[in-house]
């Protein structure tokens, strides 16, 4: 039941945990930062607690779990037993096997597989014999990625048939890798789902992403894509939450082929940076329907107003800030993080693009 005054734990401190703080506040919930770096942090600088201590410090996590009444996690690579101690304390979201399938590649694509999701075609690799192996079987263009802990395109290398593939595996400093076949996509696209602990389940409209240097720079809501392949990703979402027992939220990557083929390319089970023109352009945002989840709150409605564009800003868009600044009807999001660092994400804007909602 939904009371007032409640605390929600957050792991992680960064500008997802900030912008689920800022959800909570709205809703009259006080909230906890957790994590290594939680003083000085975006997150940390506005949550009315915060904890810094490591993900397996027992003594600091007993505390936390003792003044929070549920804990939600703002990044997928909390260790599994994180989670499944604060889980007996209290409300944990997204839940443990949520995090343990999104944790690894290979447990992804094998869940979407089971459940009838088409997904590029890919092999395990743990050397570099398996890979000169899976090249050959592949007969064509590949992508190398560490099967865990990658982010933003790091942990990744692009593969062609005649490319020094022991160099390659070798890069990745890692046994434990995937290699998948490289689609020649015709868009990106993600879609969005919330679930209650009593297993409600709410759809965002879908976004269209673009991406620079393996980096999502910009998105577009709602998607342009016909209604089948909408209709798909939403359905394969919703499939993929409740597989995992989800609580919270669950974000599906996908790619669109030329001939209308959806495609998994990997889950989140957290908010996602391509829906961050929900806090302006949908009736509830992904932020205050993952708060209104995790206490225990019915959920919101997810009609959209209108057509949103979403753009990054990185360390080297600061310098235009001013002009950003000035530009009418520019919802202006920034993180607060101190240090403009080249390809480090500082903020983004929202814009409302069109009045007219495509449905
Ligand atoms: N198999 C593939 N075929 C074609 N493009 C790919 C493939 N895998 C990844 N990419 C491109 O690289 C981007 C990043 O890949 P992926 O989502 O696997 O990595 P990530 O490091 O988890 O990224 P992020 O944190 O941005 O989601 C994709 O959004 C896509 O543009
Ligand atoms: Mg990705």
């Known amino acids: 039941m939904f009371t ?26 006080r909230t906890h930062v957790y994590a290594p770096d939680a003083n000085n942090s975006p997150a940390g600088d506005i949550a009315h607690e915060r904890t ?14 003792s003044n929070v009444d549920a804990v939600t996690s703002e990044f997928e690579n909390v260790p599994a037993n994180t ?6 304390h209290c409300v944990a979201s997204p839940g443990q096997a949520a995090l ?35 090249m050959t079987e592949l007969g064509g263009d590949g992508i190398l990625k560490t099967c865990q802990l990658g982010y933003d395109g790091k942990g990744q290398v692009r593969l062609s048939e005649n490319d020094d ?21 015709h868009a990106e696209a993600s879609f969005l789902v919330a679930r209650t602990i009593d297993g409600s389940l709410s759809l965002f409209p879908a976004s269209l992403n673009e991406h620079k240097n393996g980096i999502l720079a910009r998105s577009f809501a709602p998607a342009t894509l016909p209604d089948a392949v909408i209709n798909e990703g939403k359905a ?19 790619f669109v082929t030329e001939d209308s083929q959806l495609l998994f390319n990997e889950i989140a089970p957290r908010p996602h940076n391509s829906f961050h023109w929900s806090i302006e352009g949908c009736e509830t945002s ?54 403009a660092k080249t390809g480090r994400k500082m903020g983004h804007t929202n814009q409302q693009i069109s009045k007219k909602a495509i449905t």
């Not at 989670?83 to 007996?88: G, P």
């Not at 999104?102 to 092999?123: C, M, N, V, Y």
């Not at 593939?165 to 020649?184: C, H, K, R, Y």
């Not at 995790?294 to 753009?311: E, K, S």
Request: hydrophobic share 45%.
């Open 165 to 185: 593939l022991a160099a390659a595996f070798n890069s990745l400093q890692t046994n434990d890798a995937i290699l998948e076949e490289m689609i020649p996509f």
């Open 52 to 65: 810094e201590a490591s993900y397996d410090n027992h003594t600091a996590l007993a505390l936390f779990a």
């Open 4 to 29: 007032p005054h409640k605390t929600i734990g957050i792991l992680g401190s960064g500008q997802l945990g900030r912008m689920i703080v800022i959800a909570a506040s709205q809703l009259g919930l």
């Open 83 to 88: 989670m499944t101690f604060l889980a007996q």
């Open 286 to 339: 992904q932020f205050t329907q993952l708060i209104r989840a995790v206490a225990g709150l019915p959920l919101g409605g997810t009609n959209c107003y209108g057509t949103w564009q979403m753009d990054n800003l990185f360390g080297e868009d600061m310098g235009g800030l001013e002009a950003l600044a000035n530009k009418a009807g520019l919802h202006l999001h920034l993180y607060g993080k101190a240090e």
């Open 236 to 254: 394969a979402v919703s499939a993929l939450a409740e597989a995992l027992d989800l609580v919270g939220l669950l974000a599906l990557e996908t």
């Open 100 to 134: 343990h399938t999104a944790q690894h590649r290979i447990r992804e694509k094998s869940l979407a597989r089971d459940l009838g999701i088409k997904t590029p075609r890919f092999w395990h690799i743990t050397d570099s014999t398996d890979l000169t192996m899976a």
